[in-house]
């Protein structure tokens, strides 16, 4: 008999189902990762709510998946430099590897992309491309990176929202020894930010956030961050002028989803020839700014796209390395048939709840 696979589904908004699946046959070029954790982020939100495209087919959701390679082909553990038993973070793209941007180290703009984990429908086998699942399908073209199976794998799995901070701080904004960064908005990535920036050698750290975020502007604080402000009670520029002495910032991190002020605020916030990153994103929604702002200030924007593999591997670096209280971050953890709850946890839903990172573990359930 074919040993079945739980994992959750969404079959429309708001709507996630617990389905069995046939467990995957492994050949010599693919594998199979029982999952220990899977992260949850904005975008899951999102994509709970439908907002991230109500009309598609049903998919296994979860993109920040790690787990324990179970079974490994031949020619995929010589390609991977795995074997079963080690613990691997999963990256979200499944790019072809031939085309010319991915032999050049663009792969996330490959043309060619299989699909990619926590979005790829069900129709196509063999179904388990999410990470709320207890296992998932590595495709012969995964990315995987791996970590050591020591740490707990409620801070292991942080691999994805540290990656975004090494990225966004460190890679796109270019922070460096000395540097006076503001990071706008106070959730898992800005948090995540903070250490990075101070990891990179930042001289001053500013984080921004509403009243409502009180307990994460005191966790930034507890991260390495120098001042908070609370951008709903004080104005942002004017707090950044009192700050720093009139000289803004020389790197400005813009994190917040939907709200497009902040992004204004960035642009005053940053000084003559300092630099821009724009990651949070805004559903659409237009931003009226004057671009001679940008050119009279000589400014560097940057839009900031997703993790790649580099800020993975740094991001685990600082992970395994001990030297920040990540615990600290991690604040809830649920099993595979609360999936709903803990999406809706992390989105602020649950009355008397103060989420900052949250994981979806299969195996405590059983």
């Given amino acids: 008999?074919?040993?079945?696979?739980?994992?959750?589904?969404?079959?429309?908004?708001?709507?996630?189902?617990?389905?069995?699946?046939?467990?995957?046959?492994?050949?010599?070029?693919?594998?199979?990762?029982?999952?220990?954790?899977?992260?949850?982020?904005?975008?899951?939100?999102?994509?709970?709510?439908?907002?991230?495209?109500?009309?598609?087919?049903?998919?296994?959701?979860?993109?920040?998946?790690?787990?324990?390679?179970?079974?490994?082909?031949?020619?995929?553990?010589?390609?991977?430099?795995?074997?079963?038993?080690?613990?691997?973070?999963?990256?979200?793209?499944?790019?072809?590897?031939?085309?010319?941007?991915?032999?050049?180290?663009?792969?996330?703009?490959?043309?060619?992309?299989?699909?990619?984990?926590?979005?790829?429908?069900?129709?196509?086998?063999?179904?388990?491309?999410?990470?709320?699942?207890?296992?998932?399908?590595?495709?012969?073209?995964?990315?995987?990176?791996?970590?050591?199976n020591d740490i707990p794998a409620e801070l292991a799995v942080m691999f994805n929202p540290l990656g975004a901070g090494v990225r966004w701080a460190c890679h796109l904004g270019g922070v460096g020894l000395g540097d006076t960064v503001l990071i706008l908005g106070p959730g898992q990535r800005g948090l995540a930010s903070v250490i990075a920036a101070r990891a990179a050698g930042a001289g001053t750290i500013i984080v921004t956030g509403?009243?409502?975020?009180?307990?994460?502007?005191?966790?930034?604080?507890?991260?390495?961050a120098d001042h908070t402000i609370v951008a709903d009670r004080e104005d942002t520029v004017g707090r950044m002028r009192e700050l720093t002495d009139g000289r803004l910032a020389d790197v400005v991190l813009e994190l917040t989803p939907m709200a497009t002020q902040p992004v204004l605020d960035a642009l005053q916030a940053v000084r003559h020839g300092g630099r821009v990153v724009l990651a949070g994103l805004k559903g659409r929604r237009p931003v009226e700014m004057v671009t001679d702002l940008i050119i009279n200030k000589a400014i560097t924007v940057v839009g900031a796209f997703g993790v790649d593999a580099p800020a993975y591997q740094e991001a685990i670096r600082i992970i395994e390395s001990g030297r920040f209280p990540l615990e600290k971050l991690h604040t809830h953890t649920f099993e595979l048939s609360q999936t709903a709850q803990a999406i809706e946890t992390l989105a602020g839903e649950v009355e008397g709840e103060r989420a900052v990172h949250v994981a979806v573990c299969p195996g405590i359930g059983g």
């Fill in 1 to 148: 008999m074919t040993e079945m696979v739980r994992a959750v589904v969404q079959v429309g908004p708001r709507r996630l189902e617990l389905r069995e699946f046939p467990r995957p046959c492994v050949g010599p070029d693919d594998g199979l990762l029982r999952i220990e954790a899977c992260g949850i982020c904005g975008s899951d939100v999102e994509q709970y709510r439908g907002h991230l495209g109500a009309d598609r087919p049903p998919s296994i959701p979860g993109h920040e998946p790690l787990g324990i390679v179970e079974e490994v082909g031949e020619r995929a553990a010589a390609r991977w430099g795995v074997q079963p038993g080690d613990r691997v973070a999963l990256e979200i793209l499944i790019p072809c590897r031939t085309c010319d941007l991915c032999l050049t180290g663009r792969y996330q703009a490959c043309p060619n992309r299989r699909g990619g984990y926590g979005t790829t429908p069900l129709e196509r086998p063999p179904a388990l491309w999410g990470g709320f699942a207890e296992y998932v399908y590595l495709h012969p073209n995964a990315i995987l990176h791996r970590v050591r």
């Fill in 210 to 224: 509403l009243e409502r975020d009180q307990h994460k502007l005191e966790l930034a604080r507890e991260l390495g």
